[in-house]
């Protein structure tokens, strides 16, 4: 009897499913909206768009297109610096003078046993050297070329290449004993450089001159600065009374250091060096670290780098082999220099440049 007993179970409840099949019908259409495709579109929404990942709100999410938008490091072909032969001349930006020379030194150390000339002269005076002269293999740049120095190169036959090698934050810096200012707008940074007295600025600042210490005329972290905080107008600031310009931060740092009511700027990694020796001020409310200067909120930051040639690539082996090197070991050596890298898609676009060039 038991075994009757599941047996006829089983017929009644084929009935009446067979029975309530039309009212139920209807709801199958609803599953599609759980089935895993919807959240793959959801996802190619969100990870093309680079800048989400610097978001600091939303945690879930931000986390969710970090990992969206990981990109792998390119890796170039290895170069053995003891296989390296020939000299190499490099000239330009003094922000990115300490960068390279790092570069330089490690190539040496692992076995190359040539010369590298490093002239720190500012990235106009680079420039000039590298595209009106023909005299340099390497130009370090804190700006990107104009369009005036492109033809200076290919008037020489030269068709400079860029590759980008990281990150400046601008450091505006104070003698250690002010103590009446840390934090200013742009606006205000603006007139702390063409005002007479601090109190012209804010009356609650003292009745005194101010001293300031800036970067010579040549220099690419004078040229941001005009850029971003003068709106392209550097008369105002060269006009100015007690303006020391000087082409050398060691010079502008002991300036600084030196007077009470003294300002000045320079590139980030020169404060880092000194930093027992000065002050350092916020922009607006946001103080210059890694975080807000990969994320994009601290207003004074900008890109490194260096330029070179296919032709002199071709001519001389030895500047392809360095720029590999460099590209190669870069992100090892530029936060112990006081600077940040550069994104992994700016590094490789300049991994894929190189070996276009040499091809």
């Known amino acids: ?49 680079e800048e989400v990942t610097g978001t600091t709100e939303m945690t879930g999410t931000t986390e969710m297109t970090e990992t969206a938008t990981t990109v792998e490091a390119m890796e170039l072909p290895e170069v053995n610096p003891l296989d390296v032969t020939g000299d190499i001349i490099i000239a330009g930006s003094s922000t990115v003078y300490p960068l390279t020379e790092a570069i330089a030194e490690r190539f040496t150390d692992e076995g190359y046993a040539g010369n590298i000339t490093i002239d720190s002269v500012g990235t ?8 009106n002269a023909g005299e340099t293999d390497i130009s370090n740049a804190s700006r990107p070329i104009d369009e005036e120095e492109i033809a200076n190169c290919a008037a020489i036959g030269r068709t400079p290449i860029e590759f980008r090698v990281g990150t400046d934050a601008l450091a505006i810096v104070v003698h250690p004993a002010n103590d009446w200012v840390t934090d200013v707008t742009v606006e205000q940074l603006a007139q702390l450089f063409t005002a007479v007295n601090w109190s012209d600025v804010d009356p609650s600042w003292p009745a005194e001159p101010i001293a300031r210490f800036i970067p010579g005329t040549d220099s690419g972290t004078f040229d941001y600065f005009v850029e971003v905080v003068l709106e392209d107008d550097s008369e105002p600031m060269l006009s100015a009374p007690n303006t020391q310009l000087s082409e050398d931060d060691n010079v502008l740092v002991q300036g600084v250091e030196g007077s009470e009511y003294a300002i000045g700027f320079f590139g980030y990694a020169y404060y880092q060096e000194n930093a027992a020796l000065l002050g350092i001020l916020n922009i607006e409310s946001v103080e210059p670290n890694f975080d807000t200067v990969e994320g994009g909120t601290y207003p004074l930051a900008r890109p490194l780098f260096i330029y070179s040639d296919a032709t002199i690539m071709a001519e001389k082996p030895q500047v392809g082999a360095f720029i590999n090197f460099y590209l190669t070991n870069v992100d090892e050596e530029i936060e112990a220099i006081g600077y940040f890298p550069a994104s992994d898609e700016a590094l490789n676009a300049a991994k894929g440049a190189l070996l276009e060039a040499m091809q």
């Open 124 to 131: 106009g005076a680079g420039f000039e050297r590298f595209c």
């Open 1 to 49: 009897m038991r075994r009757i007993a599941f047996m006829i179970f089983p017929v009644l409840v084929i009935f009446l499913v067979a029975a309530c099949a039309p009212a139920t019908a209807p709801a199958a259409p609803a599953a599609p909206a759980t089935e895993v495709p919807a959240a793959e579109a959801t996802t190619a929404e969100v990870a093309p768009s």
